[in-house]
């Protein structure tokens, strides 16, 4: 019999597609089949979501926020396992390994390039998403809680103001990020130059290692606990839980947002705060963000700088504070709004001043877009030209947004080296770069290549050897790793930027506790060589 070029590409393609379903049963009733053998309690069905499942979508697309790693050209994993509790957790991880099956990690989905929950270099894949495992216990009289990895920092937020209308906890202003991935990245927020970061602030962790083991600090090592408290995530174990450390805040404090514009002497004016933001009383947090809004005149946009700020204390306090240290703010007192500590956390995230603070036990984020974002550090003050030159690439743009978070504090306090988040002294301010559009795919390129010109563009105004970045707002065009192999020299340009020196510290944590690599995405710590 002959066949012709037509029949034979048809008989390829089918036999093509029927190894890829058989590949896709065998993985999914394999892996269902070795967790029910493998857990110390029973799995339930539910807690397993195959890629033909009616669900299957909703669960993936549930806590994910960039539109980019949803569309339908992107790898979808093969199975969506949410476990109830860390013996399924276990028997995930020695399964996967006994199998042969690459892993993602998903807490809370907000990883700016998608790899808690997609893998572009390396399939067959499985997401371990934490979300069900999300209990909170708040301890007052030891000012501490444990707290699971799916958990939000907003119900966290919530369940300590449950308790103590006088203490909290400084980490995120997003308050639907995920607490274990979160605070793996360093997890800053209002109160960092009181009281430092999310992982200044832990006392101890429990762990699923490479192994399949449980561990806490004491049985995981001062090493491995260094390594996962600002290390990044899905590198050297999954966060169960943390044991997080309250702090003490005011019964009343003060929240404002005063906005000034380029006609209003904006330039000048952000300008002269970053001459002073890292300076002010560490009970104070002012951070700036930037957009392109309407201007008076029809069809001509202008730049809108905004101060939205945390001052933990009263609001005549405050006041004789910006007068004396910043008066160019011309800071009022009807610009003041005082509240407690969680009304607060509600303001600077943004919500309306209407919501209750039961709004932070909606765990998931409706908030979606397609977006691009990059981060720096600024050690010296940027010169008003140069910012004239930024607003000029702002205009140009749909919907650009800068925010620049000040340092100083406790902050400059704290050593580079005491976790692997190394931005410390030296630092007057962080930023963060974003564009966001809402046209789907087909305008992508153009906006990535819009916030790469820019990111250009502020080279020379920003850290360098290396131009810092900031491992929680992830860029993938700082570098990634190949399957299953990464280079240390390759790994290091963009793990320089993230950790510094840090960088060669966390490579040896990695080598001795994941010699083979088990967790690993684009751009995880690498051992040292890979070992089968």
């Known amino acids: 019999m002959v066949f012709s070029i037509k029949h034979i590409f048809s008989l390829v393609s089918v036999l093509f597609l029927s190894a890829s379903l058989t590949t896709s049963v065998s993985v999914q009733e394999n892996f269902a089949k070795c967790l029910s053998v493998n857990s110390k309690l029973s799995i339930p069905i539910s807690t397993i979501y195959t890629n033909n499942s009616s669900s299957f979508t909703s669960i993936l697309q549930s806590s994910a926020r960039n539109l980019r790693y949803l569309l339908p050209s992107v790898p979808k994993p093969e199975i969506i396992f949410t476990p109830l509790t860390e013996f399924h957790v276990q028997a995930a991880v020695i399964c996967a390994r006994k199998l042969g099956i690459h892993v993602r990690l998903r807490s809370g989905g907000h990883d700016y390039e998608g790899v808690s929950y997609v893998s572009e270099i390396e399939s067959p894949f499985i997401v371990l998403d934490l979300a069900r495992l999300r209990s909170i216990g708040v301890d007052i009289r030891s000012s501490s809680a444990w707290v699971q990895a799916g958990a939000t920092i907003g119900e966290v937020y919530y369940r300590i103001a449950e308790k103590s209308k006088v203490h909290g906890f400084p980490a995120g202003i997003c308050t639907t990020l995920g607490i274990g991935g979160h605070i793996t990245g360093g997890a800053y927020g209002s109160m960092m130059r009181k009281f430092g970061l999310g992982v200044d602030n832990i006392i101890d962790a429990r762990i699923v290692d490479a192994n399949g083991r449980i561990l806490d600090r004491k049985a995981m090592g001062e090493d491995l606990f260094w390594a996962i408290r600002g290390g990044g995530g899905g590198s050297f174990g999954i966060i169960l839980s943390w044991k997080i450390k309250l702090v003490r805040v005011p019964a009343t404090v003060t929240v404002f947002t005063v906005t000034r514009t380029l006609e209003q002497g904006g330039t000048k004016l952000l300008y002269r705060w970053q001459q002073v933001a890292d300076k002010l009383d560490e009970n104070l947090f002012i951070r700036v963000m930037i957009q392109p809004i309407n201007g008076s005149r029809i069809g001509k946009r202008t730049i809108a700088t905004s101060y939205n700020a945390l001052f933990l204390g009263s609001a005549n306090r405050l006041l004789q504070l910006t007068k ?79 925010i620049w978070n000040p340092y100083g504090g406790m902050m400059s306090k704290i050593s580079e080296y005491a976790t692997p988040f190394p931005h410390r002294k030296g630092t007057l301010f962080k930023i963060q770069y974003l564009t966001i559009w809402f046209d789907g795919d087909k305008k992508s390129q153009k906006h990535i290549n819009w916030i790469r010109k820019m990111y250009k563009y502020m080279g020379p105004y920003v850290s360098s050897s290396p131009r810092a970045a900031y491992v929680n707002y992830r860029d993938l065009d700082l570098g990634m790793n190949k399957k299953n192999h990464a280079s240390i020299n390759k790994a290091k340009i963009w793990g320089a930027k993230y950790f510094k020196d840090n960088f060669n510290r966390l490579v040896n944590v990695k080598t001795k506790v994941d010699p083979s690599n088990f967790f690993r995405h684009e751009q995880s710590i690498p051992p040292l060589s890979v070992k089968s």
């Not at 910043?326 to 709004?337: A, G, Q, S, Y």
């Not at 039961?358 to 984020?365: D, G, H, N, R, Y």
């Open 324 to 402: 004396k240290s910043f008066p160019e703010l011309n800071l009022t007192r009807k610009d003041c709004i005082e509240t407690s500590w969680i009304k607060s956390v509600l303001y600077i995230a943004g919500f309306p001043s209407n919501t209750t603070p039961e709004v932070l036990l909606q765990a998931k984020s409706s908030n979606k877009a397609y977006f691009k974002a990059k981060s720096d550090f600024v050690q010296k003050p940027i010169p008003e030209t140069a910012l004239e030159g930024l607003w000029k690439k702002f205009l140009q743009e749909d919907n650009p947004l800068t």
